[in-house]
């Protein structure tokens, strides 16, 4: 069985906040993983109310919603490639990369995704585009399907 070991939070990091975005991509994802984590995620009352414009695959999952005037994407996936599309500073992405190894083990246990979202004016259509985001996160996860 697959579950929730641990979440860690950056400094400027909610559980909210790292909850609601991991939602707006997980419920896209069909892995054991994502299943396990929208099943934890379900279970502390968080979900996405509405289906997203677009979602990318590749070492990521991506989602982008239309809101108003603007699209709000959120990314989940391994730690380095997330926190690449992040606006990080040094400190922060060296701790957060550190939690991320801790977090995994030696034995290498559990399964590390990093959460991120952000908000642009136009909807970017290559993961390339997208830049800037704010970081939320990790969650661990570990067992088996």
Known sequence: MITVQEIWLPAHGTSETLFHAAAHCSAHGNT????AL????????????HQ????????????????????HVYVIGTPEP???????????????????RRMQGSD???????????IFKHAPTHEHDIAGLTFHGHIALT???
Do not use: W
């Open 108 to 118: 290498n246990a559990c399964r590390i995704f990093a959460v991120a979202s952000g």
């Open 38 to 49: 929208q099943n934890f995620l379900h279970q502390h009352g968080v979900h996405a109310a």
């Open 143 to 145: 067992g088996r399907a």
């Open 82 to 100: 997330v926190m690449d599309m992040c606006s990080m500073g040094d400190n922060e992405r060296e701790k957060s990369t550190l939690e991320a």
């Open 52 to 71: 997203p414009l677009a979602v990318m695959r590749s070492n990521n999952l991506s989602c982008t919603y239309h809101h108003g005037a603007a699209y």
């Open 32 to 35: 054991p993983d994502y299943i």
